[in-house]
């Protein structure tokens, strides 16, 4: 079993949903695992990034010049890079306490809201984002220590918004035809 299928094993994602998927199921699921392994990749180096500093402040008076600034940066794309994967597995955090309790078709009404509410919302994330890049672009602001042009991390946010749109709209579809089963 290889690391990925025991990941989601353990969150909870059935080889039954993976066999019923069609190819934008396949292509949206790829692009997402893609996502978050580079996003996995990112925070390794920036945790090894931080032990290099942390040891070299302490025994050497030497940390790395702009740790923090490279911290910020890493963990915004890398916390973005992990929402595709969770919203195509429907694994994002659900308050069933309130709703557990409701018929089945309720609950799925309310998963169709919620995919719809979240695909907006990143679909908004996408807009302004890329809007963000090209007005730090045209300012030219920069990083105060490393110099680094601060578009280029806000850029590497926009694809990760605008993959979680898309996998939100796939799964409010999938939500919607889910209702249809359930009332036919």
């Keep these: 079993m290889s690391g990925l299928d025991e990941a989601n094993r353990l969150a909870g994602i059935s080889q039954t949903e993976e066999a019923d998927a069609g190819p934008l199921s396949r292509v949206l699921k ?55 994967y969770c919203e195509i597995h429907d694994q994002h955090i659900k308050v069933d306490a309130f709703t557990g ?26 807009w302004r984002t890329a809007l963000q890049t090209l007005d730090l672009i045209a300012a030219g602001e920069i990083s105060t220590l490393l110099s680094v042009p601060i578009w280029i991390p806000v850029a590497l946010l926009v694809p990760s918004f605008a993959l979680l749109a898309l996998c939100g709209g796939f799964r409010a579809a999938r939500a919607m035809a889910a209702i249809k089963r359930q009332d036919a």
């Design 30 to 84: 790829a692009a997402a695992e893609a996502f978050a392994m580079a996003g996995g990749l990112v925070f390794v180096a920036l945790i090894a990034m931080s032990i290099v500093s942390i040891v070299g402040r302490k025994l050497f008076a030497a940390p790395i010049q702009g740790d923090v600034e490279l911290m910020q940066m890493g963990t915004a794309f890398g916390a973005a890079a992990f929402l595709p």
């Design 101 to 126: 309790w409701l018929p089945p078709a309720a609950r799925a009404s309310l998963d169709t809201v919620a995919h719809l509410v979240l695909t907006t919302m990143a679909a908004l994330l996408t």
